[in-house]
């Protein structure tokens, strides 16, 4: 049968219909090139050759994927080692985010520490009074592993001494052959002090002493050049919990007495850092060194509370280093007010005040006692002996302090001369004590009013006071 070609949809049109299904109409008249027959494959087959090829393809795939797993993988070429530099922090197991100079970890309730100071060259002068260049370490190599205690102490031993300054007593240390170092309190007042070392006794020039940093530098005489000497550290490498070693003269005359104890925390006292320990520092412990498990200095022991247990302070290494490179800190406040203000403590100035104040009280009871056996000859003699008196103060006697203040009489049956000068003796001893208690309150601070207070209290105001 003939059949035509849509020449909108490519359908075989049959030859007696002249509309394709798409809608497209045959023209009138016009004739249409004969499809030729398309040859196709029996009905159900024609898709069976490409399902089998296919199918085909699939298999072999697989059946390689199958193979390419069992056989083993090829060698990889050894990869060249690439160089790793050593990193400090893996070999530490205490290394950590909290390491040394993190003030979160030092300083819980303080203001960061300001970065320490660079070390001078050797080529700066030193400050007056100290000879060469200031060191901020000893010469030779620092000890880097840490050692026995034992060690640690043997070797530090040799580089400490008792100083003896006038009626003071304390502890210093060698950091030069002919330098040593203590605290300023040791040394306050005097211009030469007397050491006393392991292999002998020698005597020191007070040659730098700085009361803010409490911390003295001695220029010794006849030093052996090979005089054992101490190295100073600084405070941004120690941590909190790590292990030191107070050695010093406790209470003066023990020499060479050896504490063990922790950092408990490092604290600001004002313009001073003090390092907080609980190895135990007795008076004579002042002015020794403060040493770690290195051997190295890390403090200048200073103080330590009374009140507390476990509680002591000492000076940190840097400021010792800062001295001797001629940086002074200010004069008008201690390590010890600093510490005072810190725990709320009275400073050094309130607690001479308050102990000015206590001795007045105490003069001042002394006074009253006496004053009342002179009320009692007083009223006994003064009836016959008194016919003037001008009294300006609590006790009716103070008018024998005043000039012509008494006129005796001349008829009395007692002899009135006589009692008037008992009487004057012992007015005039009690002036003396009260006037000498008056001028050392006065020297201690003590306010004019809390002394007025005290004579009233005791019935001893007098005006001539």
Wanted: charged residues 20%; aromatic residues 4%.
């Amino acid at each position: 049968m003939s059949a035509w070609e849509c020449p909108s949809c490519g359908r075989r049109v049959p030859g007696r219909v002249d509309e394709c299904r798409c809608g497209y109409r045959q023209p009138p008249g016009e004739t249409f090139v004969e499809a030729p027959a398309a040859t196709s494959a029996p009905r159900g087959t024609a898709g069976k050759p490409l399902a089998y090829v296919a199918l085909g393809v699939i298999l072999a795939a697989a059946a390689f994927a199958f193979r390419t797993a069992l056989e083993p993988a090829p060698a990889q070429p050894p990869q060249p080692a690439v160089a790793v530099a050593d990193d400090p922090a893996a070999d530490d197991p205490d290394a950590d985010a909290d390491a040394p100079g993190d003030s979160g970890d030092i300083f819980p309730d303080l203001a960061p520490l300001p970065a320490a100071p660079p070390p001078a060259p050797l080529s700066q002068p030193a400050p007056s009074g100290v000879e060469g260049p200031a060191p901020s370490a000893v010469e030779g190599p620092a000890p880097s592993a840490v050692e026995g205690l034992e060690d640690i102490v043997a070797r530090t031993l040799p580089a400490v001494v008792s100083i003896t300054a006038g009626r003071s007593r304390g502890t210093g240390f060698f950091i030069r052959p002919d330098t040593v170092l203590t605290n300023a309190h040791v040394v306050q007042g005097q211009t030469s002090v007397q050491l006393q070392a392991r292999d002998g006794a020698y005597s020191a020039r007070v040659a730098t002493v700085n009361t803010g940093y409490d911390l003295a530098v001695l220029s010794v005489t006849g030093a052996s050049p090979n005089q054992p000497t101490l190295q100073l550290g600084s405070v941004n490498g120690i941590r909190v919990g790590q292990e030191v070693v107070a050695i010093g003269s406790a209470l003066g005359v023990l020499s060479n007495t050896v504490t063990r104890g922790i950092i408990s925390a490092v604290r600001r006292a004002g313009a001073v850092t003090l390092i907080q320990t609980d190895a135990a520092l007795n008076p004579g412990n002042s002015g020794g060194p403060l040493v770690d498990r290195r051997g190295i200095v890390v403090g200048i022991n200073t103080l330590g509370q009374r009140a507390a247990e476990g509680v002591a302070f000492a000076v940190a290494s840097d400021h010792a280093s800062q001295l001797l490179n001629g940086q002074l800190a200010a004069q008008s406040a201690t390590p010890l007010d600093g510490l005072n203000r810190l725990t709320g403590a009275p400073s050094e100035g309130d607690r001479r005040r308050q102990q000015g104040e206590q001795a007045y009280r105490q003069v001042m009871e002394w006074a009253s006692r006496n004053g009342e056996q002179l009320d009692m000859q007083w009223t006994r003699y003064a009836q016959t002996c008194v016919t003037r008196s001008t009294r300006s103060g609590d006790r009716p006697w103070f008018a024998v302090l005043e000039p012509n203040g008494v006129t005796i009489s001349a008829t009395s049956i007692y002899d009135c001369e006589q009692w008037l000068s008992s009487m004057r003796t012992s007015v005039a001893a009690i002036r003396a004590e009260v006037l000498k208690a008056a001028e050392v309150a006065r020297q201690a601070g003590v306010y004019p009013g809390v002394l007025r207070d005290l004579r009233r209290q005791h019935r001893m105001d007098w005006t001539g006071w």
